[in-house]
């Protein structure tokens, strides 16, 4: 499976932005289409946003459209989480994932999720 590695987290306020990444290594990320995910404390991992193969469509859950952006860089391997005007409900660790495209869940029979990274967000 390809591993991947989140980085990019933080302590900021609300109102900031931050820049996540996700880097793949073991695979070329061209082959999937990718997702981030994120857990709060005592809640279910949830979708965030999806990005098909080349970039060319993008999905969003309702809580961040207009706020977040996702995008990819195949030749690096890597894809990116701009988030802006963050909030307090922001917090969370953010995971990221291939998944299938127009699913919101990861790929079937993925457990190689890595550490991923920290956001916290103050009001």
């Known amino acids: 499976q390809v591993q991947l590695v989140e980085s990019g987290g933080g302590l900021v306020q609300a109102g900031d932005s931050l820049r996540l990444s996700c880097a793949a290594s073991?695979?070329?990320?061209?082959?999937?289409?990718m997702a981030w995910f994120r857990q709060a404390p005592g809640k279910e991992r949830e979708f965030v946003a999806r990005i098909t193969w080349h970039g060319d469509s993008t999905a969003y859950t309702d809580s961040v459209k207009g706020r977040f952006t996702i995008s990819r860089d195949n030749n690096k391997n890597t894809m990116y989480l701009q988030m802006n005007d963050l909030k307090p409900e922001d917090t969370a660790i953010y995971y990221c994932a291939p998944t299938v495209f127009g699913a919101t869940r990861p790929l079937n029979g993925f457990s190689s999720w890595g550490p991923g990274t920290q956001v916290t967000v103050s009001a």
């Open positions: 073991g695979h070329s990320l061209s082959r999937y289409v």
